[in-house]
């Protein structure tokens, strides 16, 4: 056999945690294969068969990791969210204009949406059609943070003297309401509108657009 | 026998007009059955059995009226839509300020949501899953004349001088996208908010406060 490589000659505790490490590279692995697959559809639909070949991985990994498909899709939105979660909480901590800080989280949820074509319909499709318990889940990591986040900016506003108080949660449902609804209501671009696709200078003007109109709302005259 | 009622006395061109009559009935009476079941359900998942018993019709009558299960709850929300887009007509001709005109779209646009309980629901689900056919006819009867009442009232004010003017598309799918979120993400509400459900309070100051922000953005100074 000659001699081992250095890896298989350690105690059990390293062998372990190098399984672990190797099975939480898995779990990266499917996330990011689930990924790929989605961002090229139009539509969130994908099977155990598709991902694992695509991943290289045995499907069971994915009951051993995720518990389910409807498991794996919440762990890829949280992956997704959780990169958009902390540019939003370094905004947070910036020394600019709350008025800025709104625009540009604007800016950020809805370039998180261009940046994952397929996380807005993923999660209209786990809101609608989830266990209760993925639905909370959901609340946890991704809407209590945002609402945390954005009451922070309503409070920095208010507390200097340049908004006026809003209600947070009315705040939050037209705020992301506004951003979501162009993404996931697309084919309504087409329809209704003629528009093809969302550009970069469609983006930014929506973006202008839905920053003007909240301040419109916000600020004090 | 005796004597046959009048209605099978009747030439054959009567009784095809009465057939034809009874066939729509029973149209009618399949979406009032998919209708009533949905709006007990929190999710839109129901069988042509389902909806067969409970309409006391065959299921094949579906495929003869609709063509599918997405057929007929395509006209399902052709019919709810149709008596909230005759209102937002009537509020068009009314002799009102335009900023009134916005207040009353926006109450229009949420009381359709409490309304129908499903149809926020089953709007998303044919966007999210169907056939770019039945993605095409649900902007042709409903996302257009919208967006061409929603025009009207925004070129009234602005010629009245009282509005600035904007992107009419801009309009639509941030004042859309605002009244439907809080529908939509309505799990949220509980798991992020405590909110347990939509009362008319609620309803009433979500109103208010969009159609402030609607009107921030669109009164001129």
Redesign the interface.
């Known amino acids: 056999m000659g001699i081992a490589p250095p890896a298989t000659m350690n105690s059990v505790t390293p062998r372990k945690s190098q399984r672990a490490a190797k099975r939480t590279a898995s779990a990266g692995q499917l996330l990011q294969a689930t990924s790929k697959i989605l961002a090229q559809r139009n539509?969130?639909d994908v099977s155990l068969s598709e991902i694992a070949e695509s991943s290289g991985l045995n499907s069971a990994l994915i009951k051993y990791h995720f518990g389910s498909k409807d498991g794996l899709l919440l762990a890829l939105v949280r992956r997704d969210a959780a990169s958009s979660l902390s540019r939003l909480n370094d905004l947070i901590r910036m020394k600019i204009p709350p008025e800025q800080k709104i625009r540009l989280h604007v800016a950020g949820v809805i370039n998180t949406y261009i940046r994952y074509p397929y996380l807005n319909?993923l999660i209209?499709?786990l809101?609608?059609?989830s266990s209760?318990q993925i639905?909370?889940e959901?609340?946890?990591f991704f809407?209590?943070p945002l609402?945390e986040a954005q009451s922070k900016i309503l409070e920095d506003g208010f507390s200097q003297g340049v908004f006026r108080r809003?209600?947070p949660?009315?705040f939050y449902?037209?705020m992301?309401?506004?951003?979501?609804?162009?993404f996931?209501?697309r084919?309504?671009?087409e329809?209704?509108?003629g528009?093809d696709e969302i550009t970069p200078s469609l983006r930014d003007?929506?973006v202008e657009?839905?920053a003007?109109?909240?301040m419109?709302?916000l600020r004090k005259d």
Chains 1, 2 share one sequence.
Request: charged share 10%.
């Open positions: 539509v969130i319909r209209h499709l809101l609608n059609n209760e639905t909370q959901l609340a946890n809407v209590k609402v809003v209600d949660m009315f449902y037209s992301i309401g506004a951003c979501d609804h162009i996931f209501a084919h309504s671009l329809f209704a509108f528009v003007n929506y657009y839905v003007d109109m909240l419109g709302m």
